[in-house]
Structure formats: structure tokens, C-alpha cells
Nanobody
């Protein structure tokens, strides 16, 4: 019972990527989903979250205006589209599940579970 992030890779400065988060062993539609990232030597950072129905989303200041989170409950998946990527976006990206999506809980990583392996995003300058 976990989430699996995919879609990472090597992109150039200014490029775009779409990350996917797929659920295994449970139905994702009952959960808010958050995206997190951790760069080498840095603390984990909450990037974005989306409510179970998809009608509410939140973004960290660091990605506001460059990221779009979405979900397709029929496909048991959540997506994170990142545009205008910068070298400082380089990190391993993870997704996790929570009862609610708020910026406060995203920032602190509170109430998140079902963490899976992440996907590495490398942005070259």
C-alpha cells in the first residue's frame, strides 16, 4: 500500500516535466495528495497538494506560478506539471497521501503517509 512517483529525468534550465503519482493497493480518490522534494543536503520541502476531489490545490512559494497539480481519480493518479524549471528544482520528488490539503500541513509534512520511492529530477544549467 503505497504511492509511486515517476516521470523524472534530466531537463535543461527553462524546460518542463510532468510527474505522475500512482497508487498501489488502495483507492487514491479518498485522499489529498501532496508532492514533496528533497535536494541533496537539504531538508524535505512540501511543493504542492490537492484535495481529494481536486477542487482545492496549494503551492509552495518556490513553485507558485510554475507548477500545476491535477488528478484523475478514475486512473488512480495525481500529476505535477512543472514549467520554467531551474537548477534549484533539482531534487528527488515524492508523493504522499493525507486526509486534507492545506499549506500548513504541506509545509510541515504533517498527516502524510503511504510514502513511496521518489523520482529524480535534474535540471541542468
Amino acid at each position: 500500500v503505497q504511492l509511486q512517483a515517476s516521470g523524472g529525468g534530466l531537463v535543461q534550465d527553462g524546460g518542463s516535466l510532468r510527474l505522475s503519482c500512482a497508487a498501489s493497493g488502495f483507492t487514491l480518490e479518498y485522499y489529498a495528495i501532496g508532492w514533496f522534494r528533497q535536494a541533496p543536503g537539504k531538508e524535505r520541502e512540501g511543493v504542492s497538494c490537492i484535495s481529494p476531489s481536486g477542487d482545492t490545490a496549494g503551492y509552495a512559494d518556490s513553485v507558485e506560478g510554475r507548477a500545476t497539480i491535477s488528478r484523475d481519480n478514475a486512473k488512480n493518479s495525481v500529476y505535477l506539471r512543472m514549467n520554467s524549471l531551474k537548477p534549484e528544482d533539482t531534487a528527488v520528488y515524492y508523493c504522499a497521501a493525507a486526509p486534507i490539503c492545506t499549506l500548513a500541513t504541506l509545509e510541515r509534512g504533517q498527516m502524510y503517509s503511504k510514502w513511496g520511492q521518489g523520482t529524480l529530477v535534474t535540471v541542468s544549467s
